[in-house]
């Protein structure tokens, strides 16, 4: 990328397969993104495109079948024991299920203290102040609510909770898989307030990953369209959505419904279903359901190539160079 | 509207009210609305809203037990409120239908698909084993399932969330019913399948002159595919019209923060979401005043003391349950 700025995260063709043999899934087929101190990045993409795999792989959830990983210029591939769980102090998820994501049997203020007494990082008083205020900061009244157990909370509340847990450790980098599409839409606002709130209170890096592309664009400053475990496209929020490159990206903007009678309706509904990624086709991946693929796409992948600055697609036929 | 004969379904004063450790809790209240022939109308509403309850009821699914159904449900001229099990199951498959939401946990996962839309046409219909084959592989293909003859043979665990969707449709659409009940039909699937789903949900209403009542959370699912539009919160309609009237002509603040609250593709990055404050009331300790008046910015005394009625607003058939409405659009400009 052009941007003289360096990325915190730094990925490179990163891989992630599951099974062996003929049962040899590549969920990850070669990923490679960078994101820079302060924004966020949107990651989109149908279920089944290797999103989540994705976030997990950064974090070592799920271990990477290759590519690099790095965070401010070292390496989280090959740390192990507790060099890799040092190194995941400075990075945090947090996930789809509030409820599920948390202990039901614990309180709320052990739960946020969780991450500070496996460090040890702060003690006594000094702990207590700072549940406290990481309480708090996400709108959870710690006198009232601290003592409470996780499961008397609602779903908006829980993934509060997540929040101030995530932040225990001061991350530098933040990834949110899917985290508010288990919440109401009145909730969901409150929720992506608070996080752009606390993006800029504490300075935070977010990987956002979503299938929501309304919810995407409001929170991102660049956005990664996935299709079949490949990034097809990636810029910055407000181009892409405004002249998508990628005719997938077309077409999945033009299926995302909005709230409003006069909006067109979309004539232009993508035909079929993603196909299998244990048998991905050869070439470019979308070109089973492209509208303009041709012989060239079956044969030769294609490369990313920069449209505009920071805006990248993998398409032999990008859709704004044919209008010009 | 007193017409029973022209519309289709006529709901009226239908309050479903469970009984629970913690007292009664109404799910659904005093909820009134009508549906005509060939029409779609729209029940948006957020989690406990009473919007599945409210369905389900109108199927005459509820439990037998610990529930409290009192007001009418008169669906094509029969009364579902106090009818017999065996009366309703003559109307289910062929008056009314349901799809539900989750498309795995809707079919049995050891039955092929194909027995699965079988079942109902032989023990609906009476059809032979042969008769029930060749229709229910005419049913498959009305639903877009391509080479159907083949996926008649499929297990649900062998199709993908969409084709299970498809299915699922296909079975409520064998007894050839008058009204489809579509709970969240399209939640948990991705958008290019949500909108695959919803035209061909569309497309069926058309060709086979059916009603549809689409149940969702979604008022992006509702904006273009309804006809009108019911906005419940709390178990009570709070603002009814038709999906214009609702979208722009809204006098309920409840509407309007949820439109607000939704993120739109076509608003900027970073634009600040106007989120409603605090949550869903709960059922069981409901004030006597309006239920959304805590979470209203305009809410005044009289809000939290008595609960507004539904009223007629200015355009025909547009209702709203509010003390302190939303200016109209005339207003607005004077």
Redesign the interface.
Known sequence: MSDSRQPLLKVRDLKVTFGKGRHEVSAVAGVSFDIYPGETLGLVGESGCGKSTTGKALMRIIEPSSGSIELEGSSLIGRKGKALRNFRTHMQMIFQDPISSLNPRRRVKDIVAEPLDCWKTVSGNERDVLVSDLLSKVGIDPKVYGNRYARQFSGGQCQRISIARSLAMRPKLLICDEMVSALDVSVQAQILNLLEDLKSEYGLTLLFIAHDLAVVKNVSDRVAVMYLGKICEIGPSDALYEAPAHPYTKFLLGAALEADPDSPMHNQVLEGEPPSPLNPPSGCRFRTRCPNATDKCASEEPQPQELAEGHFVSCHYPLTIQKK | MSDAVHELLVVKDLSTTFTTMGGPLPAVSDVSFTLARNETIGIVG??GSGKTVLSRTIMGLQPRTNVTVTGSVLLNGNEMVGATESFKRALWGTEVAMVFQDPMTSLNPVMRVGKQIDESLRVRLGMSKQDAKTRAIELLELVGIPSPAQRYMAYPGQL????RQRVVIAIALAGSPKLLMADEPTTGL???????IL?LLDDLKDRLKMSVVLVT?????V??RTSRIVVMYAGRIVEIGS??DV??RHRMPYTR???D?????????????????G??PNLLQLSAGCSFAPRCSFATDKCHKERPELQAADEPGHAFACWNPLPTTMEQQS
Do not use: Y
């Open positions: 957020e989690s993908s969330g969409g084709m991705d958008v290019t399948i949500q909108a695959q035209n959370h979604d008022l992006g699912v904006a273009t999906t214009r979208f722009s923060a949820l439109l609250s939704s993120p739109k593709v076509s608003n900027a990055s970073h634009t600040r979401l106007v989120a409603i404050p949550r869903p």
